[in-house]
């Protein structure tokens, strides 16, 4: 296996000289196919079968529907999606458009390859930086779940691979047909996710400069250039078109006019250059920070260390060829980080923020994977400078670079096996099922939202269901799109706005209470929350607990406390262990969301005895309804949400203040202080949790002596 490796490499002059220059294509490219191909067999043995979480269920919708995806629309990876749910001929739509994403994913591994071997000659160093950046976890999670990042992978890979045949280009034919087909390829790649945009404004200069430096930069050249670059961008084409068909039952924007194809282009309802709107963020310098410690976990010490050596080697006096190549690499790298650290707003240190951000640190680590393929490929190029003779060397590359990967496989791979992870598509067939026929779902939030339209439009389940999003029921285009795929609804206006009535731009609005009042034949649910800026429903209506849902009731319908545990008691079957999911994960999301609809209408109880104006008989059915739930609830589950504690000790205490039940005081007493100093020790930042241990203290004397009475009265009879 050595003598290969140094035969592909020309013989140095100088440290690393002539780096991989002359390395032919055909080899290299055989090589990368070979690679690409292992990757594709792992990440297909850990592809999730069903629904993963996040943008997922909305992407895949807005496929099968032939609808526009949110901004800025992804039209690329929808046509992709759409095409594999019909040629792929096994799965579920989900697991179809999951194994499409896979196999972009391994190309993407191919092409860092690629790159390596193209600049450097080494294949240790191009199996180096396949092999980290593809078995990291974060990469392995998010290329084997219909997401848009393993198509951007892909891009980066291949603008990467461009850049380097271009660079070793020996003709001025040659340069011509790379430059024209990197530029296709750079519209072509913001038809997926914007973000690329920031290396195409590093590539694209230095591809000028050297064809202007060659005098090989005419204006017909340029102008070729600028056309091949605007039919890359041509997918686009297809958000006017899907928009004006207006078939898809479900679609994002109107993109019949240039000003809502702009909005929607340029992600304004986001905010343009923002991840998220109305969000405040971490800090430029707390992002870096996260951002080079993802990369140390992700990618491990010495591959950083060896994407430096690369970067370090360009500066000293024996200079390689390659020079201008890794500083472009590097160049992209900083602008990137520092352009992506500034704008996204969303604050870190929260695990759901955190899990949506990293996602984007792919784009980076892509290169630092293949700086770090260079550098190995540096340093033994160096040592067979210095030990001509030794072959040693090359079988230290090797090893090097197979230690590297398979620690990052061993590492990685049952965290990354989703073979089994059905959690996302159990929550929301639980959610659906347990609704009543032709019900109304108000939907808020990502994780209800994508998931329930995946299952009931891809895969048929409740088609008398009708589902509302409600953040989208505020945007003028939705209603004049959707409305007419939302049969037996009736919608008083033309938006959904707090302040009912005639908008200063014509629109006729409407508030929830006006749209409850004349859909009052259906039954209305919401899932998950309302929207807090309406709160006209409350004039007649309440809320009760539905699970994870709440249900809109009129205000006149009397509450029976027994009826709606009876009724609410075995919505799910929920198994999920709780606490068994990474708490930045979709799947941790949707279980916390099930383990707390357990408790959910005890809670009702008890808040309601706490708050609403009834009888002290009433107040203490109330009571003892909640008390009697909740220690059935935390009784059963040995493992659960840690609120549950301090909710049931609670509970306990009112029941021991109304001196009226037929429970032992001494067995409430006990309860209490049990579950509220099992709370404390697993909250610390509680606020209340001095206050909480100053009543343990007391109610701690108070169990002591009601034992002392019960003893002395023992004795006593004795």
């Known amino acids: 296996m050595a003598r290969p490796a140094r035969r592909a490499r020309p013989n140095p002059e100088g440290a690393a000289a002539h780096m991989g220059a002359g390395v032919g294509g055909g080899a290299g490219g055989a090589a990368a196919g070979a690679l690409g191909a292992a990757v594709a067999a792992l990440y297909m043995a850990t592809l999730p079968p069903a629904l993963p979480g996040g943008d997922a269920g909305e992407l895949i919708t807005a496929a099968y529907e032939l609808g526009v995806a949110h901004p800025p629309g992804y039209p690329l990876f929808t046509l992709l999606a759409k095409l594999a749910m019909g040629l792929l001929p096994v799965g579920s739509p989900a697991f179809r458009v999951n194994l499409l994403c896979s196999l972009l994913g391994a190309a993407a591994a191919s092409l860092l390859f690629y790159t390596v071997f193209r600049l450097s000659g080494s294949y240790a160093g191009g199996i180096l930086a396949a092999g980290v950046f593809s078995f990291s976890r974060l990469t392995w999670q ?31 034919r040659e340069r011509s047909k790379i430059s024209k087909f990197g530029a296709f390829c750079c519209g072509l790649s913001l038809c997926n996710q914007h973000t690329i945009v920031l290396y195409i404004a590093c590539i694209v200069p230095w591809v000028l400069s050297q064809l202007f430096r060659k005098m090989e930069l005419s204006l017909g050249h340029l102008l070729k250039l600028g056309l091949c670059f605007l039919a890359g961008l041509l997918p686009y084409l297809y958000l006017p078109a899907s928009s004006y068909l207006s078939r898809a039952r479900w679609t994002w924007g109107d993109q019949t006019t240039f000003q809502g194809f702009l909005t929607h282009f340029l992600r304004e309802e986001y905010g343009t250059f923002n991840l998220a709107k109305s969000e405040a963020g971490s800090s430029m310098s707390e992002m870096l920070a996260f951002q080079l410690e993802q990369m140390k976990s992700e990618l491990s010490l010495p591959v950083l260390a060896l994407a430096l050596v690369a970067c370090v080697n360009t500066v000293l006096p024996t200079k390689q060829q390659k020079s201008p190549v890794i500083w ?133 389940m409740r088609p008398d269901i009708t589902l509302v999003d409600q953040e989208m029921m505020s945007y003028e285009w939705y209603l004049p799109k959707l409305a007419k795929h939302l049969p037996g ?3 008083p206006g033309n938006r959904w706005n707090p302040v009912e009535g005639v908008l200063p731009d014509g629109t006729l609005a409407f508030n929830l209470h006006r749209f409850l009042k004349v859909n009052k034949h259906k039954e209305v649910f919401v899932c998950i929350g309302l929207h807090e800026g309406d709160s006209t429903w409350r004039r007649s209506y309440s809320l009760w607990p539905w699970g994870t849902c709440e249900k809109l009731v009129p205000s006149n319908i009397v509450f029976d406390p027994g009826e709606w545990i009876h009724l609410t008691r075995n919505l799910y079957n929920w198994t999920e262990d709780y606490g068994s999911f990474k708490p930045s994960s979709w799947e941790a999301v949707a279980n916390e969301e099930m383990w707390q609809a357990r408790m959910k209408t005890a809670f009702f109880i008890f808040e309601l005895a706490e708050t609403a104006s009834v009888t002290a008989e009433i107040k203490s059915q109330l009571y003892t309804f909640a008390y009697t739930s909740y220690k059935e609830i935390v009784n059963s589950h040995p493992n659960h949400p840690v609120n549950w504690h301090k909710n049931y000790a609670i509970a306990c205490e009112r029941m021991l203040r109304l001196h009226q039940v037929d429970v032992d005081p001494e067995v409430l007493l006990s309860e209490t202080v049990k579950h509220f100093l099992l709370y404390t020790e697993k909250v610390e930042d509680d606020p209340q949790r001095q206050d909480i241990l100053q009543a343990v203290k007391h109610l701690k004397k108070e169990l002591q002596g009601l034992r002392k009475m019960k003893e002395d009265v023992r004795q006593g009879a004795a």
């Not at 998010?142 to 271009?166: D, K, P, Q, R, Y």
Request: hydrophobic fraction near 50%; glycine fraction near 6%.
């Open 142 to 172: 998010w290329s084997i779940t219909a997401e848009v990042f393993s198509l951007n992978n892909l891009f980066v890979g291949l603008l990467m691979a461009l850049t380097a045949h271009f660079e070793e280009a020996s003709t001025a």
């Open 328 to 460: 472009l690499f590097a160049g992209m790298l900083c602008l990137y980080s520092l352009f992506f650290s500034w704008r996204a707003n969303l604050d870190i240190t929260k695990p759901l923020f955190l899990g949506v951000v990293e996602r984007f640190w792919l784009q980076s680590s892509a290169v630092v994977a293949v700086l770090a393929g260079l550098g190995l490929a540096t340093l033994a190029s160096v040592g067979s400078t210095m030990l001509e003779s030794s072959y040693v060397l090359p079988w230290l590359e090797w090893l090097s670079a197979l230690t590297l990967v398979t620690s990052q496989i061993w590492a990685n791979y049952s965290t990354c096996d989703q073979s089994n992870n059905y959690t996302i598509d159990k929550f929301a067939r639980n959610v659906l099922s347990s609704m009543p026929t032709g019900a109304v779902i108000l939907l808020r939030g990502d994780l209800p939202g994508n998931a329930l339209r995946y299952i009931h439009y891809c895969e048929g």
């Open 489 to 491: 609804i009736y919608f």
